[in-house]
């Protein structure tokens, strides 16, 4: 699941950078604020997504295992 994020990722940062790109990067444009505030809220974007994936990720992973342990834990001992 980490590569397909990772790869979407910068693909989507490389296809932003071509498609915001203005010609001669006039920061006394109109439209610089805007592109600007554009382009770094998609990279802000992308990186808040990578960490929530991951910290949803380690929250369902310690889930799980605290259950499983307690499932483990509460199971009668085979009889030998």
Do not use: Q
């Not at 910068?10 to 805007?34: F, I, K, M, R, V």
């Not at 997504?49 to 295992?65: E, G, H, K, M, Y």
């Amino acid at each position: 699941m980490k590569k397909p994020l990772i790869a979407s990722g910068l693909l989507l940062l490389t296809a932003a950078n071509t498609a915001l790109a203005h010609p001669g990067h006039d920061h006394s444009d109109w439209s610089s604020p805007l592109v600007h505030t554009l382009f770094y809220g998609a990279i802000a974007a992308v990186i808040g997504t990578a960490f929530f994936l991951s910290f949803v990720s380690r929250v369902t992973n310690v889930t799980t295992l605290s259950k499983r342990r307690i499932e483990h834990a509460s199971c009668p001992a085979p009889h030998r």
